[in-house]
């Protein structure tokens, strides 16, 4: 038996609530406990739970019994408050936050921000945080390598010398990503790829109403690998640290070697960084503590390897069997280097992860428009453009203020909404896009549509993606032959499209519609 959980009240959810009746198998009715969210008011969240019975019979709603999932460490980003949301559970604290970075209190975290949670999650989807852990990736002053494209909607800085790489689910604070310049003062918390660089979480701009989150605008943060150690000096990148009077926490600065990967806080004398405190670098995060499952979020660092059955992430070696399920991937050979995922597992002895569950938490999917039309508190769904979205414990809603914490109440302002996530579907063979994060945006609607999805049917001059009918007329614009993209459809593919498209009379009538690129991969 698998459980749900709502916000608010104790509520039976009835058919219309949902975006097609739910399977019945595993896989599928984690996606209901998650689905089956989100009346956030004023920024606390009291949660009700439900549990769904499977079997071919039918699906009987009683009284979760909230039985024990796991016990050990949460590893990701923070989706939502009241208290904590991390991969998909709300944790219960204490509302202290372990770390040295500013952040003491859980109203200083900022969604996006990748945390660090022991204690146990159970089955309705709840949790019971026993410690909070932040700490910065990087601090410090940054510097524009490519501005924004609204394109490929991705940007890549520097801070300290270090590469980091923006994109469309990166949570940007304290300005618009494209109003970044060069000497903001800044905090990151990503993931190291593969190549030495880095994918940004969150990217917040230290401001005049958060300055108190910061330390000393001269008190940095850096990491990376170590390289030309000599003496009482060594070089990150094209960052030089001289750690003469440095603190070390979890290793021995008499040890200390080329190769290593650390993690340094102190202040910068002009070219130099004085090293005050020297430790293991964020792979810590993900180490074991007393308990043996953990949950977590990162890129794929060493893709799957059929001849070992494992891959990287985060420096865990990730093994997977023939009961590992997967959600959003076809199985082990989709898990390509950079690909964002979240793993739950159980240790083993030497130190690897023994994959219960792999899922991806790579968006397929892309709207923009406005405003949220037929907002569903109880069941945590809106329609924009004829889409129908829905909100889960995954979702991350924001803004570019700093201080605000958004929930799906607050859409109901008559704003422009950037959304992206998954293409899902029902077993009645409706489609609905399940958010991974929606932006709000300053600007009010102007009647106008983009998405960015795969057809599903192309009759006529009715054209389907995302479950919204969406009509050619003589104006329509293609970018590829319309004859081409039929025959694509008619060959069994859904080719990928991007669609600009407004609401004229009774119908969503296409603008243009372009054929994105690669669209197999």
């Not at 995922?341 to 999917?365: W, Y």
């Not at 453009?385 to 302002?413: C, H, K, M, Y």
Request: charged content about 30%; aromatic content about 6%.
């Amino acid at each position: 038996m698998k459980t749900k959980f709502l916000a608010g009240v104790i509520t039976m959810f009835t058919e219309e609530h949902r975006p097609g009746t739910p399977d019945r198998e595993k896989k599928a009715m984690k996606r209901q406990l998650r689905n089956r969210v989100f009346g956030l008011a004023a920024g606390t969240v009291a949660f009700g739970a439900i549990s769904a019975c499977g079997g071919s019979g039918g699906g009987g709603l009683d009284i979760a019994d909230g039985g024990i999932r796991g016990t050990g460490s949460s590893v990701g980003p923070v989706s939502g408050f009241g208290s904590v949301f991390v991969n998909g559970v709300e944790f219960s604290t204490d509302r202290t936050v372990v770390g040295d970075d500013g952040i003491n209190q859980e109203s200083r975290l900022v969604v996006g921000m990748i945390l660090r949670v022991d204690g146990e999650w159970r089955e309705t989807g709840l949790g019971d945080a026993d410690t909070v852990e932040y700490d910065d990736t990087l601090r410090g002053r940054v510097q524009i390598l490519t501005p924004w494209d609204v394109v490929s909607k991705t940007a890549t800085v520097q801070i300290l010398g270090q590469t980091v790489r923006i994109d469309s689910q990166t949570v940007v604070k304290g300005t618009l990503v494209e109003n970044l310049a060069d000497d903001d003062f800044v905090r990151m918390s990503g993931w190291r790829l593969p190549n030495g660089e880095f994918r940004a979480s969150y990217l917040g701009l230290r401001t005049p109403s958060n300055s108190d989150d910061f330390d000393s605008m001269n008190e940095v943060e850096l990491e990376g690998i170590v390289s030309g150690l000599t003496g009482t000096d060594f070089m990150i990148g094209s960052q030089l640290v001289n750690y003469s009077g440095a603190t070390p926490d979890g290793l021995s600065l008499v040890d200390l070697a080329d190769g290593d990967a650390v993690e340094v806080e102190g202040l910068l004398s002009g070219n130099t960084l004085m090293a005050q405190e020297i430790r293991p670098d964020d792979s810590r995060r993900y180490l074991q503590g007393t308990d043996e499952d953990i949950e977590f979020v990162g890129p794929v660092s060493a893709a799957f390897s059929q001849s070992t059955g494992t891959l990287t992430v985060n420096g865990i070696t990730v093994r997977v069997t023939d009961d590992t399920e997967f959600d959003g991937l076809s199985g082990p050979d989709d898990l390509v280097q950079r690909l964002l995922i979240q793993v739950e597992g159980e240790f083993e002895s030497d130190g690897s992860v023994t994959a219960e569950e792999i899922e991806l938490r790579e968006a397929d999917s892309e709207l923009d428009g406005g405003p949220a039309e037929e907002i569903d508190l109880s069941a945590g769904q809106f329609r924009v453009g004829g889409v129908l979205v829905q909100v889960t414990p995954l979702t991350i809603i924001t803004d570019d203020d700093d201080e605000s914490r958004l929930s799906l109440s607050d859409l109901a302002l008559p704003r422009e909404l950037e959304i992206e996530g998954f293409e899902r579907s029902g077993s009645d063979g409706s489609v609905y896009l399940e958010a991974l994060k929606i932006e709000r945006e300053d600007d009010s609607p102007d009647g106008g549509f983009e998405l960015t999805g795969r057809i599903s049917e192309m009759v006529n001059d009715r054209i389907q993606v995302l479950g919204v009918d969406l009509f050619i007329n003589p104006n329509t614009e293609f970018d590829t032959p319309r004859s081409e993209l039929q025959g694509l459809v008619d060959s069994g593919q859904r080719p990928e499209v991007e669609v600009e498209y407004e609401f004229i009379g009774t119908r969503y009538v296409i603008d243009e519609i372009e054929l994105e690129e690669d669209d197999d991969d």
